[in-house]
């Protein structure tokens, strides 16, 4: 497959956009992917590079808290995580808003259906919109991830998504019971969730990628 990708410039943050050929008839899939923490959009491209999802705009968005040295998180782990949140949740819907508006360009009065990926950080950023986000969103895959602390005053949206949830039963990083404890709470909050532990450590793998793409196209 392939994608023709190019860069912009939204709210002042760098957008990687992949194009997997867009076209007016039929539903058109609004892909945003998320990276880990201190990480870049850039390698989320390199794991999406190896997704096949036709008819698809690819969405690589910077995350909005700098942390140093060129790369960028969702929000700060820490104390100041709950209040981190809210934040991050607002930017993420102004992303998808970007995103909406640039395809509306694109292929006016197509059905769009918007979808969510990530790993690690960029994960608990995918489930955590999922929750909590203003936007209706039709899948979720989330790779390592977890869910961070939530604010008690912030509710559910009430909007369940499909959610694809991997994660790898040697992770150092985001350990299994964590990973599995995230998947279950969006299970029990009404999200229709597959859940798919593996032997793999903190990483993205090629079967990850195939769940994905199938998942998706599903």
């Not at 867009?22 to 058109?28: A, E, H, S, Y």
């Not at 870049?40 to 997704?51: A, F, R």
């Not at 790898?168 to 019971?177: L, M």
């Amino acid at each position: 497959m392939t994608i023709q990708y190019s860069q912009a410039n939204w709210n002042g943050k760098k957008v990687i956009l992949g194009d997997t050929g867009l076209k007016p008839d039929g539903p058109v899939h609004l892909l945003l992917g998320f990276h880990g923490a201190d990480s870049t959009p850039e390698n989320m491209v390199v794991y999406g590079n190896q997704l096949d999802v036709p008819h698809a705009l690819l969405v690589y968005p910077e995350g909005p808290v700098d942390a140093g040295e060129g790369v960028w998180s969702w929000w700060q782990d820490g104390p100041r995580q709950k209040e981190a949140i809210p934040e991050f949740l607002d930017y993420a819907s102004q992303m998808i808003d970007q995103a909406r508006r640039h395809l509306q360009a694109a292929v006016p009065n197509a059905e769009v259906r918007t979808s969510l990926w990530g790993y690690s950080q960029g994960g608990a950023a995918s489930l955590v919109y999922a929750l909590l986000g203003r936007h209706r969103l039709h899948k979720v895959a989330s790779v390592c991830g977890f869910l961070p602390e939530i604010p008690e005053d912030l509710t559910p949206n009430g909007s369940p998504a499909s959610i694809l949830g991997i994660y790898g039963a040697n992770d150092p990083v985001v350990p299994s019971f964590l990973a599995d404890y995230a998947l279950e709470e969006m299970k029990n909050r009404g999200h229709a969730t597959t859940i798919k532990e593996t032997s793999q450590g903190h990483e993205f793998s090629r079967d990850n990628l195939n769940d994905i793409s199938e998942f998706l196209n599903a």
